[in-house]
């Protein structure tokens, strides 16, 4: 569904991404992880359109830039940003508008209910707390019913409540057929979600393996992280 | 487009239905509606030259000056940031959504449209000074706001195409901005020469921004020419100016609607510089926002309790000014103070540095509402340092009155030797500027204390300034009946220093309490 081929991303001198390659079959779910500065925010933006790069990106085949790539990705950026005046059920029209939806209403109501934002539909975006604004955030992205979608450390502001609501629709996306990826440096958070690990560091990927892979190893992802980013050592 | 049209229909309709659920913001609209109205009706409706007959190559030579200012700097943040008609929420919401960039494009340019009000309400405020001084045709005031329209849509669109060419290849954007460094030296330069050798203001301007190629030169030449209209009449430059920046536009808007772009890394970051100005502007920080900190500067913070609150805020000032406490709001003080005597006229050189004084505290009084206790203000450490608030105040306030003093030393000497006052009185206006520096910094506190609750950052600066206006009136009006009666400079500006120290004392009793708690101050 997702597929990545060497991804380079320069800002001036700095090379933020380097050849990086990756694929995120339907149905499966991908965690992109790496300390602070690794280059997943990059890699995450890169794939969702936003900056220029070097190398190749498709969704369900299309160029990521392409309309058709656009009408079925959902994206959850790192920090929420809503329109301030508009309500948070304005949003939610505005993506059915933007996306071509028909029928959209109840998904939408449904989606609100899971984070309990339905008694909150018509506060607009200034008035909403940094969790609200991301429960927001991901009710627009799951709106258009994706068939791939990235998080951006989604759990950051969440409530408790609101982290296992999202940790349980990351298994109905991928029940649906949808590729699923999260990038995050917090390993605990995805700790018994993932399908596929990819950890960054310094703009590379440096080990990229399947749950599956992992275990008939015996790995455990966090020794896997810290060997791979801070040497076997500090690992032990 | 539909989608984006909702956007802009809701966000106004949303907007005007939160100004009337909450009265406080609609009586502060109401009253900034008023205040439009009234300027607008008196840029039309008031005579021409009532103060003096400025001559028209000084109104044109302003103008051309502030035209270039503007485009110089706004291009120049432009080419460093990117600019942007773009919000957070259109990145993350718009740019994601399959929607052609160039509909987005367009979308950002009808916001923008939106956004020239705010340069329109600038322009309406400099009118009746401009009509004092200066015959404007009767319709002046229409030439000066078209000008302005046509510079608030042209920068954003000059700058993203520049911004796009910098960024695609490193090292253009260093290019494009010593060309434009290189412009402004070499009109610097030109202004000098002019000046050295014909030590006259007036032909200065005259040589300099009055000939075919300023007057022509694209955007700049264009734009002015246009404001210039407002006393020399439609001439041959204002229709190249008009079809010009017509021409600029259109052709701007179509060939970005046309192209293949793919725009969105380009005004990525400077949308998110543009977020974060506008959430410094909201908590009163835009005075201290962006400023480069210089890492060179290396001195130990001292201190104890309440006084270790003085030596950081001497670190923070000497971090963020060009050379000790001279900062951008030293430079903006020094020069509006000393330009405004140069335009006055030269029959009132025994009150020069009166002048000089009075209008340094104008501005002062604006740049100062976004104080740097403000931001000490929005974190908790204040509020924990055991000390007395009577202490804590004082040494929380007392870098922004040195800083002051500094400020007011070097304007009033320079201004001293500039028109040839006494040492006296220099040194009178210097402690008149710091106290009425104070009195600025405590009301503001106070203010805060007891007004800290209106929603709007907006209003609350509005109510800040009017509140100063009122309180340092009657030391004015003293002032000049001092200088009535006595027709002594020097008392006047005494009078004034009194009826300041006064009052800081006073606002500084009452506003210690705004330090008990954070409550207090929010």
Redesign the interface.
């Known amino acids: 569904m997702l597929k990545v081929k060497n991804l380079t991303k320069r800002y001036?001198?700095i090379l933020a991404v380097n050849k990086v390659s990756f694929e995120i079959n339907s149905g499966e779910i991908g965690v992109l992880i790496g300390p602070n500065g690794a280059g997943k925010s990059t890699t995450i933006?890169s794939i969702?359109?936003?900056?220029?790069f070097d190398g190749e990106i498709t969704i369900d085949g299309k160029p990521n830039?392409s309309?058709?790539a656009?009408?079925v990705?959902g994206?959850v950026?790192e920090?929420?940003?809503?329109?301030?005046?508009?309500?948070v059920w304005?949003?939610l029209?505005?993506?059915a508008?933007?996306?071509?939806l028909q029928d959209w209403t109840g998904t939408a109501e449904t989606l609100l209910a899971r984070f309990d934002m339905d008694d909150k539909k018509n506060k607009?975006?200034k008035d909403l707390s940094k969790g609200m604004q991301q429960k927001v955030?991901i009710c627009?992205a799951l709106l258009i019913k994706p068939r791939m979608v990235m998080f951006d450390e989604p759990m950051i502001g969440l409530d408790p409540k609101a982290i296992k609501e999202l940790k349980e629709m990351f298994f109905e996306l991928k029940n649906s057929g949808c590729a699923v990826l999260i990038s995050t440096h917090i390993l605990d958070s995805i700790a018994d979600v993932w399908d596929k690990a990819l950890i960054m560091n310094k703009g590379e990927i440096v080990f990229n393996s399947t749950r599956d892979e992992m275990a008939s190893k015996g790995e455990s992802l966090e020794h896997v992280f810290f060997s791979k980013t801070e040497g076997e050592e500090e690992a032990q | 487009m539909s989608s984006m049209l909702f956007i802009m229909r809701k966000t106004l309709k949303n907007h005007i239905k939160e100004v009337f659920k909450k009265p406080v913001l609609l009586i502060g609209y109401l009253f900034i509606v008023l205040f439009v109205i009234t300027m607008f009706i008196a840029s039309f409706a008031m005579p021409s030259g009532l103060v003096r007959h400025g001559s028209n190559v000084l109104y044109t030579g302003i103008i051309t000056i502030v035209f270039i200012f503007m485009y110089y700097t706004t291009l120049k943040l432009g080419i460093e940031k990117g600019s942007t008609y773009f919000r957070m929420a259109d990145v993350n919401l718009t740019f994601t959504a399959p929607i052609k960039p160039n509909n987005i494009l367009l979308y950002g340019f009808i916001k923008q449209l939106g956004g020239t009000l705010i340069f329109l309400f600038v322009a309406l405020c400099q009118i009746p000074n401009l009509k004092n001084n200066f015959d404007m045709k009767p319709y002046g005031t229409w030439m000066i706001l078209l000008a302005t329209v046509f510079y608030a849509l042209s920068y954003p669109l000059i700058s993203m195409i520049m911004y796009s060419w910098v960024a695609k290849k490193s090292g253009r954007k260093k290019i494009l901005k010593r060309a434009l460094d290189t412009l402004a030296l070499l009109t610097a330069g030109l202004v000098l020469l002019s000046l050295f050798r014909t030590r006259n203001v007036v032909g200065t301007i005259d040589n300099v921004f009055n000939n075919p190629i300023a007057r022509y030169f694209p955007v700049i030449g264009w734009t002015s020419s246009i404001a210039n209209a407002s006393v020399k009449g439609f001439t041959t430059e204002f229709w190249v100016g008009i079809f010009g920046m017509m021409f600029l536009i259109l052709a701007t808007v179509i060939g970005l609607y046309r192209a293949n772009l793919d725009y969105y890394e380009d005004v990525l970051e400077g949308t998110e510089f543009f977020e974060a100005a506008r959430k410094a502007k909201r908590e009163g920080k835009n005075l201290t926002f962006g400023l480069k900190v210089r890492d060179s500067v290396k001195q130990k913070l001292s201190g104890t309790g309440a006084s270790a609150l003085f030596f950081k805020h001497l670190l923070e000032l000497r971090k963020t000014s060009y050379v000790l406490f001279f900062d951008r709001s030293s430079v903006s003080v020094i020069i509006a103070a000393i330009m405004f005597r140069l335009a006055m006229p030269k029959g009132v050189q025994e009150i020069s540095l009166s002048m000089v004084l009075f209008f340094a505290l104008y501005m002062l009084l604006l740049l100062q509402m976004q104080g740097r206790l403000g931001t000490e203000l929005e974190k908790h450490y204040v509020f924990l340092i055991p000390a007395s608030p009577y202490q804590k105040l004082f040494f929380a306030t007392l870098a922004e009155h040195i800083k002051n003093l500094f400020d007011g030393i070097f304007l009033f000497m320079m201004s001293g030797i500039l028109f040839k006052a006494q040492l006296i009185n220099v040194l009178g206006c210097i402690i008149a500027y710091t106290l009425s520096g104070a009195v600025y910094t405590y009301s503001d506190i106070l203010t805060r204390r007891l007004f800290g609750r209106i929603h709007s950052k907006g209003l609350l600066l509005f109510v800040k300034v009017l509140v100063n206006i009122l309180i340092i009136i009657p030391g004015g009006v003293a002032a000049v009946i001092v200088m009535m009666i006595t027709e002594n400079e020097l008392f006047m500006i005494c009078a004034l220093a009194g009826w300041s120290f006064v009052l800081a004392v006073t606002l500084f009793m009452f506003s210690a309490g705004i330090l008990n708690n954070l409550e207090t101050a929010s």
């Open positions: 001036d001198k933006k969702a359109g936003l900056l220029r830039k309309i058709e656009k009408r990705f994206y950026p920090t929420p940003a809503l329109y301030e005046s508009l309500s304005d949003h029209e505005f993506i508008r933007a996306y071509g607009v975006g955030s627009c």
